[in-house]
Protein backbone atom coordinates (compact mmCIF):
# COMPACT_ATOMS: atom_id res chain seq x y z
CA UNK A 1 0.00 0.00 0.00
CA UNK A 2 3.14 2.14 1.33
CA UNK A 3 4.19 1.53 -2.27
CA UNK A 4 1.13 2.36 -4.32
CA UNK A 5 0.90 5.92 -2.53
CA UNK A 6 4.36 6.77 -3.27
CA UNK A 7 4.32 5.98 -7.11
CA UNK A 8 0.97 7.99 -7.33
CA UNK A 9 2.39 10.58 -5.77
CA UNK A 10 5.71 10.46 -8.05
CA UNK A 11 3.40 10.34 -11.20
CA UNK A 12 1.94 13.30 -9.64
CA UNK A 13 4.77 15.51 -8.99
CA UNK A 14 6.41 14.62 -12.59
CA UNK A 15 2.79 15.46 -14.22
CA UNK A 16 3.18 19.02 -12.35
CA UNK A 17 6.87 19.24 -13.28
CA UNK A 18 6.19 18.77 -17.17
CA UNK A 19 3.15 21.09 -17.13
CA UNK A 20 4.91 23.67 -15.56
CA UNK A 21 7.49 23.15 -18.06
CA UNK A 22 5.21 23.17 -21.10
CA UNK A 23 3.86 26.37 -19.54
CA UNK A 24 7.14 28.04 -19.87
CA UNK A 25 7.27 26.85 -23.31
CA UNK A 26 3.99 27.88 -24.71
CA UNK A 27 4.35 31.50 -23.22
CA UNK A 28 7.37 31.70 -25.70
CA UNK A 29 9.46 33.70 -22.63
CA UNK A 30 11.61 31.33 -21.81
CA UNK A 31 15.38 31.97 -22.49
CA UNK A 32 14.74 35.62 -23.94
CA UNK A 33 17.16 38.06 -22.61
CA UNK A 34 15.22 40.78 -24.43
CA UNK A 35 12.73 41.15 -26.65
CA UNK A 36 14.10 44.41 -28.38
CA UNK A 37 17.22 45.47 -28.66
CA UNK A 38 18.71 48.04 -31.62
CA UNK A 39 22.62 48.42 -32.19
CA UNK A 40 24.97 49.18 -34.87
CA UNK A 41 27.15 47.27 -36.44
CA UNK A 42 30.60 48.65 -38.38
CA UNK A 43 30.70 47.06 -41.87
CA UNK A 44 33.84 48.35 -42.75
CA UNK A 45 36.57 48.64 -39.87
CA UNK A 46 37.39 51.43 -38.98
CA UNK A 47 41.57 50.73 -37.78
CA UNK A 48 43.36 48.65 -41.18
CA UNK A 49 45.49 47.29 -37.75
CA UNK A 50 42.30 45.14 -36.72
CA UNK A 51 42.66 41.37 -37.88
CA UNK A 52 40.22 41.29 -41.25
CA UNK A 53 37.28 40.06 -39.49
CA UNK A 54 36.56 42.64 -36.46
CA UNK A 55 34.20 44.82 -37.25
CA UNK A 56 34.32 44.48 -41.16
CA UNK A 57 32.97 42.73 -43.52
CA UNK A 58 35.84 41.93 -46.85
CA UNK A 59 34.66 44.66 -49.18
CA UNK A 60 32.95 42.03 -51.56
CA UNK A 61 30.68 40.66 -49.46
CA UNK A 62 29.61 44.25 -48.09
CA UNK A 63 28.85 45.58 -50.92
CA UNK A 64 26.48 42.85 -51.95
CA UNK A 65 24.38 42.83 -49.05
CA UNK A 66 24.02 46.77 -49.35
CA UNK A 67 23.42 46.24 -52.83
CA UNK A 68 20.77 43.73 -51.98
CA UNK A 69 19.06 46.03 -49.77
CA UNK A 70 19.52 49.34 -51.79
CA UNK A 71 17.78 47.25 -54.71
CA UNK A 72 15.19 45.46 -52.89
CA UNK A 73 14.06 49.02 -51.46
CA UNK A 74 14.20 50.86 -54.95
CA UNK A 75 12.41 47.54 -57.07
CA UNK A 76 9.60 48.05 -54.53
CA UNK A 77 10.55 44.25 -53.29
CA UNK A 78 11.23 45.29 -49.73
CA UNK A 79 8.93 47.39 -47.98
CA UNK A 80 10.59 50.64 -46.50
CA UNK A 81 9.50 52.63 -43.46
CA UNK A 82 10.63 55.87 -42.06
CA UNK A 83 13.13 56.16 -39.02
CA UNK A 84 9.96 56.21 -36.84
CA UNK A 85 8.75 52.92 -38.56
CA UNK A 86 6.05 54.76 -40.45
CA UNK A 87 5.36 53.13 -44.08
CA UNK A 88 6.99 54.54 -46.63
CA UNK A 89 5.97 54.84 -50.87
CA UNK A 90 7.65 53.28 -53.38
CA UNK A 91 8.18 57.22 -53.94
CA UNK A 92 9.59 58.12 -51.47
CA UNK A 93 11.11 55.07 -50.67
CA UNK A 94 13.56 56.17 -54.06
CA UNK A 95 13.59 59.84 -53.26
CA UNK A 96 16.37 58.74 -49.97
CA UNK A 97 19.13 58.08 -52.67
CA UNK A 98 19.16 61.99 -53.39
CA UNK A 99 20.19 63.74 -49.84
CA UNK A 100 19.06 67.35 -50.87
CA UNK A 101 20.01 70.18 -48.74
CA UNK A 102 18.84 74.12 -48.85
CA UNK A 103 21.23 76.22 -47.75
CA UNK A 104 21.91 79.61 -46.71
CA UNK A 105 25.62 80.86 -47.45
CA UNK A 106 27.43 84.31 -47.88
CA UNK A 107 29.48 85.47 -50.57
CA UNK A 108 33.16 85.22 -49.98
CA UNK A 109 33.75 88.62 -51.79
CA UNK A 110 32.13 91.94 -51.05
CA UNK A 111 29.11 93.18 -50.48
CA UNK A 112 28.95 89.59 -48.42
CA UNK A 113 25.53 89.25 -49.50
CA UNK A 114 23.64 86.07 -48.39
CA UNK A 115 22.49 83.52 -51.31
CA UNK A 116 20.51 80.20 -51.26
CA UNK A 117 21.42 77.18 -52.61
CA UNK A 118 20.39 73.72 -52.93
CA UNK A 119 23.00 71.09 -53.39
CA UNK A 120 21.89 67.50 -54.12
CA UNK A 121 23.94 64.46 -53.06
CA UNK A 122 23.28 61.32 -54.23
CA UNK A 123 23.43 58.22 -51.64
CA UNK A 124 25.75 55.03 -52.77
CA UNK A 125 26.07 51.67 -51.63
CA UNK A 126 29.60 52.89 -50.52
CA UNK A 127 28.04 55.77 -48.25
CA UNK A 128 26.54 52.73 -46.03
CA UNK A 129 29.47 51.78 -43.62
CA UNK A 130 26.90 50.48 -40.90
CA UNK A 131 23.81 48.45 -40.18
CA UNK A 132 21.14 49.21 -37.62
CA UNK A 133 19.47 45.79 -36.58
CA UNK A 134 16.18 45.71 -34.17
CA UNK A 135 16.71 42.17 -32.94
CA UNK A 136 15.56 39.71 -30.06
CA UNK A 137 17.44 37.76 -28.23
CA UNK A 138 17.21 34.31 -26.34
CA UNK A 139 19.48 31.87 -24.86
CA UNK A 140 19.45 28.62 -24.20
CA UNK A 141 20.32 27.99 -20.07
CA UNK A 142 22.13 24.60 -20.80
CA UNK A 143 24.53 25.72 -22.86
CA UNK A 144 24.66 29.58 -23.35
CA UNK A 145 23.81 29.16 -27.66
CA UNK A 146 22.05 32.38 -27.87
CA UNK A 147 19.68 33.07 -31.15
CA UNK A 148 18.61 36.27 -32.27
CA UNK A 149 15.28 36.88 -34.21
CA UNK A 150 16.31 40.23 -36.49
CA UNK A 151 12.82 41.95 -36.92
CA UNK A 152 14.66 45.08 -39.15
CA UNK A 153 17.62 46.35 -40.92
CA UNK A 154 18.49 50.00 -41.43
CA UNK A 155 21.71 50.98 -43.58
CA UNK A 156 23.18 53.92 -41.93
CA UNK A 157 25.32 56.46 -44.32
CA UNK A 158 27.83 58.15 -43.45
CA UNK A 159 27.56 62.03 -44.44
CA UNK A 160 28.92 65.38 -44.50
CA UNK A 161 26.95 68.42 -43.45
CA UNK A 162 28.47 72.00 -43.44
CA UNK A 163 31.76 70.31 -42.82
CA UNK A 164 30.30 67.82 -39.40
CA UNK A 165 30.01 63.92 -40.20
CA UNK A 166 27.02 62.66 -39.55
CA UNK A 167 25.49 59.39 -39.26
CA UNK A 168 22.18 58.87 -41.06
CA UNK A 169 20.19 55.91 -40.99
CA UNK A 170 18.20 55.86 -44.47
CA UNK A 171 15.17 53.48 -43.62
CA UNK A 172 13.93 50.56 -41.96
CA UNK A 173 13.12 47.01 -43.91
CA UNK A 174 11.08 44.60 -41.38
CA UNK A 175 11.81 41.07 -41.73
CA UNK A 176 8.32 40.12 -39.87
CA UNK A 177 4.95 40.62 -40.78
CA UNK A 178 3.92 40.04 -37.27
CA UNK A 179 6.41 42.13 -35.94
CA UNK A 180 5.10 45.26 -38.71
CA UNK A 181 1.48 44.92 -37.61
CA UNK A 182 2.61 45.12 -33.63
CA UNK A 183 4.30 48.41 -34.23
CA UNK A 184 0.91 49.58 -35.74
CA UNK A 185 -0.97 48.55 -32.56
CA UNK A 186 1.27 50.70 -30.40
Not at 8 to 17: F, H, N, R, T
Not at 109 to 116: K, V
Not at 132 to 150: A, G, Y
Not at 167 to 184: C, H, M, R
Request: glycine fraction near 6%; include cysteine.
Amino acid sequence: MKNSILIGLSILLMLGAVSCDFNKAKSGDEGVITKMIQYDVLLKSPDPSYDWWIQNLPGPDREKLVKLIFDGVKSGKFKAYDYYKTPMSLGEARSIFADTMNLKLMRTTAPFEEYDTTIVTKITESDVLKLRFLEKWTINPDNLQMSKTIYGIAPVARREVQGVERWQPLFWIFTDEGFVKSLADK
